[in-house]
Each structure stands twice: as structure tokens, then as C-alpha cells.
């Protein structure tokens, strides 16, 4: 693994050392969990944005569900499916 230099407040040198003996260690796992929360929050973003296109793209679509629910069935009968 290759090795950095970092500079760093004090204070977070003293919050580093109150999680355990490993430096290293300790701030492999935070950037891990911030890696982890940042890819959640892009999952989120994208979700919300597929979410807003489906509901805008298919507002009409879903009002009557039923129907077209149907109407796809009638149509893969007609096609001997």
C-alpha cells in the first residue's frame, strides 16, 4: 500500500488517537465511510431524478392503469402470446 504525508490539526490527531492505536487504520475506515456515504447520496440524487422523469413521463399512463393494463393483455392475445 503506498504511503502518504499529510498535515493535519491537532485536534483531529487527538480524535484519530481516541478511536485506536492504528492511525492508518482509523483513517482508511473514515474515508471509507465517507466514500461509502457519498455513492449513496449520488444513488439517492440519480433515484430521485429517475423517479421525477417516470412520474412526469408516465402521469397519464398510470391515472388509468387498469385500462391499459387490459389493453396490453387484448394486444398479446391478438399477437397469440
Known amino acids: 500500500m503506498p504511503k ?3 498535515s493535519i490539526p491537532e485536534e483531529m490527531i487527538d480524535f ?5 492505536k492504528n492511525r492508518s487504520k482509523t483513517i482508511v ?7 461509502r ?6 444513488l439517492e440524487k440519480a433515484y430521485k ?9 408516465d402521469k ?3 391515472q388509468d392503469w387498469e385500462r391499459s ?5 387484448l394486444k398479446g392475445e391478438e399477437d397469440g402470446q
Open 29 to 35: 475506515t473514515i474515508l471509507e465511510d465517507f466514500r
Open 16 to 20: 484519530i488517537d481516541e478511536q485506536g
Open 69 to 73: 393494463a387490459c389493453e396490453d393483455f
Open 4 to 6: 502518504i504525508s499529510i
Open 49 to 57: 431524478e429517475f423517479d421525477d422523469f417516470c412520474r412526469e413521463d
Open 37 to 42: 456515504k457519498k455513492r449513496e447520496e449520488e
Open 60 to 62: 397519464d399512463f398510470w
